[in-house]
């Protein structure tokens, strides 16, 4: 009799794929993998022809619809590596029986990490003058206190929240603002829950935190702009198309706000050079949520997921067996 073949799992995102802890951990499982090695950006028919044979996917940014679904149709889950959603169709997934292995927050305190770095860092000019220094400019201004500034949370979820709690000891007065009810939260971290028309007009900074969908597509507009401090900050580092990128380069430009960090854009890579270039901005690559630490825990969540999903229980057993063997040898 022939034995089933192992499930045939590839892997999309080209982090992960060289991330040698998570491929070998991957390729532990009684299972066949493809890793994307070389790179590559798969989009449209490109990623259906990476995908069309594969049972299960570990999946970064690319876009996962129902014409990706209906024409990869051996795909059983796709594992997310990451948090957003917004590239998943949920739905789509849902009618074909196409399991979605998701943990939300798994990535929290590395984006909220980095948040509190570009609050200082824009506060006390160290970006802008340590720029200006490599030129031979030598200018000696060193900016604002960050402590007892006003910030306005857009968006109270795990990583709004997170942030939150790290806030507490600079003494900022915390506005905040979410589409459920996050009062228990606020109380208890002395959040003052307002408008998000609030948030911008008395926020010394607004930082940006949450998911890309229809309601929050260019949430953060000219509009927006204008109601902000002309010496007062934006941070963004939920997804590119939550702001109107040409609104923020107006308002950069003509000092409607002091300045931006944003690590996330419309179209990744950037392409804008007239944008990245601004003085008053300062861009990163979206590595908020990729510390070492989190960029791990997020691999072996899709892992996991992977492992639930495709792995029969005599294989679960075989596994479980397996490293208790390496266990005991180490």
Same mark, same amino acid.
């Given at each position: 009799?022939?034995?089933?073949?192992?499930?045939?799992?590839?892997?999309?995102?080209?982090? !992960?794929?060289?991330? *040698? @802890?998570?491929?070998?951990?991957?390729?532990?499982?009684?299972i066949r993998?493809? /890793?994307?090695?070389?790179?590559?950006? !798969?989009?449209?028919? *490109? @990623?259906?022809?990476?995908?069309n044979d594969a049972d299960g996917a570990?999946?970064? /940014?690319?876009?996962?619809?129902?014409?990706?679904?209906?024409?990869c149709s051996r795909l059983k889950i796709v594992s997310k590596y990451g948090v957003g959603l917004d590239n998943i169709d949920l739905d789509a997934c849902r009618k074909r029986g196409v399991a979605v292995g998701w943990k939300p927050g798994i990535n929290k305190r590395s984006v909220s990490e980095m948040v509190i770095g570009q609050m200082i860092g824009l506060s006390r000019n160290l970006f802008s003058h340590s720029n200006l220094l490599r030129t031979g400019d030598w200018q000696k201004d060193g900016g604002c206190l960050f402590s007892d500034k006003t910030v306005g949370i857009i968006g109270l979820g795990n990583i709004g929240q997170d942030l939150a709690k790290l806030?507490?000891?600079?003494?900022?007065?915390?506005?905040?603002?979410?589409?459920?009810?996050?009062?228990?939260?606020?109380?208890?971290?002395?959040?003052k829950l307002?408008?998000?028309?609030?948030i911008f007009y008395s926020s010394d900074i607004v930082t940006i935190h949450v998911p890309l969908t229809t309601s929050t597509h260019q949430l953060v507009d000219m509009s927006s702009f204008e109601l902000m401090n002309n010496e007062a900050y934006l941070i963004n580092t939920s997804r590119?198309?939550?702001?109107?990128q040409s609104a923020l380069k107006k308002a950069l430009k003509n000092g409607c706000i002091a300045g931006a960090a944003i690590d996330v854009f419309e179209e990744e890579p950037p392409t804008d050079m007239s944008?990245?270039?601004?003085?008053?901005?300062?861009p990163t690559p979206h590595i908020?949520?990729?510390?070492?630490?989190?960029?791990?825990?997020?691999?072996?969540n899709s892992i996991k997921h992977i492992e639930d999903n495709l792995l029969t229980s005599s294989d679960k057993d075989l596994l479980d067996r397996s490293n208790t063997v390496l266990l005991a040898a180490n």
């Open positions: 009799m022939c034995e089933c073949p192992k499930p045939l799992i590839k892997v999309t995102s080209p982090s !992960f794929s060289i991330n *040698s @802890l998570l491929t070998n951990e991957l390729k532990s499982l009684p993998v493809v /890793l994307n090695t070389a790179g590559k950006r !798969f989009k449209g028919e *490109s @990623l259906v022809e990476f995908l570990i999946i970064g /940014l690319e876009s996962v619809n129902a014409d990706l679904l209906d024409k806030l507490q000891p600079f003494g900022c007065r915390l506005l905040g603002n979410d589409i459920l009810d996050r009062s228990v939260f606020a109380n208890k971290h002395r959040i307002v408008n998000k028309e609030e590119g198309s939550v702001v109107d944008f990245l270039q601004l003085p008053n901005l300062i908020s949520g990729n510390s070492y630490e989190a960029v791990l825990a997020m691999g072996r």
